[in-house]
């Protein structure tokens, strides 16, 4: 087939994946919320320099992905699909350039493998359709990486400098997409090559002065708008919260030391299992794939080594691991349809094991679902807060299982056909019936699950939206009650007090929302708080006013 009519599939193959559904579950707290409500407030309050949450300074993140949601919010609406749309255009766009790189780098058959790891994978593909930070910014820190290459590898002087430019250009969009971690990973990347090379980077004092201009302009361009515009106070707490997000565990974030390694073991099934198989010698590649390998193998550790550093335990933290995760897994499965490499049985077994809890647990959620007050009895005694939660009205069809069936009949598959003639057909069957249980499970399970977790909220925060009112939770963080409440900004800042919306002399409605296990505490404190109802572990309660 054409290499253009392979590319036009792709495209078109990323759209069918990736745009469905985005609207039919409510965005999950904290991260989606988080960011959506950001792109909210600067479509409300007219003001698209500043970040903000709550019409506060947020000092946590640049704007550029937020500034994507909002002009999807200009065309669809303020939505769930509007916060989710730009990382699915992230995802045809992935797609596409991996794709190129692979066929670049070996041929059109290793891009389409590498496409077919890629999308059928857990959370690379999961990611796709969420309104979270990281796919932009991981897409914009590979292809700085890649494309600084060139000067790595030797290249002509002619073809350094166009790769320098757009290395620069997409190490500062990164770094206006989530900040100055962006560049620490790639100057670390660079030392490391160095450091494996035995050699200086052959980086002339112009390329590097080149380099640093271009990331200025592009990175900082936001930053010096800023201080321009007297906000220097937002640069110096956005500097503040990456030293201590480095140096103390954030609340509710924490995690064992080895967190991010089982994160991707699991997570970027099964590409990951492959993956382990690629720590061997490429004899047989060119000096170009060599540099490559190397260069996708230091991006790897380097992300996966500071993330496990840093106190703070996010599931996404590490995803950027997964470029290179998927590139090596596809360089494994190359490498063994041309023979070059063996089937370990290990890899068979891990494969298989992997898999099958993976199908087995998604299965087993349709039973808990069907038999909530049985998983109570056995398993949610001491937490009362999950205890209520399970009594939430979910219909479970019976067909929820499928989406595990699936993954189980592909292992099957998988292992009969899986040897040295088989192979490839074993592992289209493998990666297309993880990337139907992935999808399935997102479409069938997820927003049941999301009815579980957070939905009796969510639409209490809808029901109020039109109010003119005060919406606060009390023992727990969030921001859905900003994005589903649909906060405006308010000339009493006053209302920013807690404690004066508990205690002080209110000028409108108060409602708060609590969790049946923090409620008790409040009503001790402030016995004149009314409870409007209880609903799937959360309390509902009202202030009047006077």
């Not at 490391?192 to 090379?197: E, G, H, P, Y």
């Not at 956005?238 to 967190?259: E, K, M, N, P």
């Not at 970027?268 to 193998?297: C, E, I, T, W, Y």
Request: hydrophobic share 55%; charged share 15%; glycine share 6%.
């Amino acid at each position: 087939m054409e290499i253009r009519k392979i590319r036009i599939l792709i495209i078109f193959f990323g759209a069918l994946l990736f745009m469905p559904f985005l609207g039919v579950v409510h965005l999950f707290d904290w991260d989606e919320i988080n960011f959506a409500e950001a792109a909210r407030e600067m479509i409300v309050s007219d003001n698209y320099l500043t970040v903000q949450i709550d019409y506060m300074p947020f000092w946590e993140k640049p704007p550029l992905f937020i500034w994507m949601q909002v002009f999807s919010m200009k065309l669809f609406g303020i939505n769930e699909f509007a916060a989710r749309f730009p990382n699915a255009v992230c995802g045809i766009i992935t797609l596409f350039v991996i794709f190129n790189i692979g066929k670049k780098l070996y041929d059109k058959k290793f891009g389409l493998l590498w496409v077919l790891a890629y999308c059928g994978s857990v959370l690379p593909f999961f990611y796709f359709k969420s309104g979270i930070i990281d796919p932009w910014f991981n897409l914009f820190i590979f292809l700085g990486v890649y494309k600084i290459l060139p000067a790595l590898s030797g290249a002509s002087q002619s073809g350094i400098i166009i790769n320098i430019v757009l290395s620069a250009v997409f190490i500062g969009l990164a770094v206006l997409t989530k900040g100055p971690v962006a560049l620490l990973i790639f100057v670390l990347c660079l030392v490391v090559w160095s450091i494996i090379k035995r050699s200086e980077l052959r980086f002339s004092v112009k390329n590097i002065l080149l380099f640093i201009i271009i990331l200025f302009v592009t990175g900082c361009s936001w930053f010096i708008l800023l201080i321009l515009n007297g906000h220097f106070d937002v640069i110096r707490d956005s500097i503040l919260y990456q030293v201590r997000l480095f140096s103390t565990q954030d609340a509710g974030h924490g995690g064992f030391f080895l967190y991010h390694f089982v994160i991707l073991l699991a997570g970027v099934f099964p590409a990951s299992v492959f993956f382990l198989r690629s720590f061997g010698r490429n004899d047989h590649d060119s000096d170009l794939q060599k540099s490559f390998v190397l260069l996708m193998k230091i991006l790897f550790w380097v992300v996966l080594i500071l993330f496990t550093i840093v106190r703070t335990k996010i599931v996404h933290y590490s995803s950027l691991c997964y470029f290179p995760m998927t590139f090596l897994c596809t360089l494994v499965i190359y490498k063994i349809i041309k023979k070059e490499y063996d089937i370990p049985d290990w890899l068979k077994a891990g494969v298989v094991i992997i898999g099958a809890v993976m199908g087995v647990a998604v299965i087993l959620l349709q039973f808990a679902g069907q038999n909530s007050e049985w998983m109570v009895r056995n398993f949610m005694k001491n937490d009362e807060f999950a205890a209520a939660s399970m009594q939430a009205d979910v219909f479970w069809s019976g067909v929820e299982f499928i989406p595990g069936l699936v993954l189980l009949c592909g292992l099957i598959f998988f292992l009969l056909i899986a040897g040295k003639k088989g192979f490839q057909q074993g592992l289209v069957i493998l990666f297309s019936g993880s990337l139907i249980f992935i999808y399935l499970t997102m479409v069938q399970i997820v927003p049941r699950i999301e009815k579980y977790s957070q939905n009796a909220a969510i639409e209490f925060y809808k029901e109020h939206s039109d109010e003119d009112c005060y919406i606060e939770t009390l023992g727990f963080k969030s921001y859905a009650h900003l994005f589903y409440a649909g906060k405006q900004p308010v000339d009493n800042k006053m209302s920013y007090d807690k404690m004066w919306l508990l205690g002080g002399d209110i000028d409108k409605q108060v409602y708060f929302v609590s969790k049946i296990n923090k409620v008790d505490k409040y009503l001790s404190d402030y016995p004149y708080l009314e409870i409007l109802y209880e609903k799937n572990g959360f309390v509902f309660l009202e202030r009047k006013l006077d």
